[in-house]
């Protein structure tokens, strides 16, 4: 039996998350297509999340 704190799980899947849209970014760099700007707070922007009311 093990025990973790949430806060573990919480942390761990947002690193996990960062870890994929890296690769995923590396991979098309690696084959020539450009990327756009994968972190969250141009998703966020793109997604229309966070404008001034």
Do not use: Q, S
């Not at 899947?13 to 450009?34: F, P, Q, S, T, Y």
Request: net charge negative; glycine share 12%.
């Amino acid at each position: 039996m093990y025990r973790y704190p949430t806060r573990f799980f919480l942390v761990h899947a947002a690193a996990h998350g960062v870890e994929h849209r890296a690769e995923v970014k590396l991979n098309l760099a690696h084959i020539g297509v450009d990327t756009p700007d994968m972190d969250g707070w141009a998703y966020g922007e793109a997604t229309g999340y966070g404008a001034e009311v």
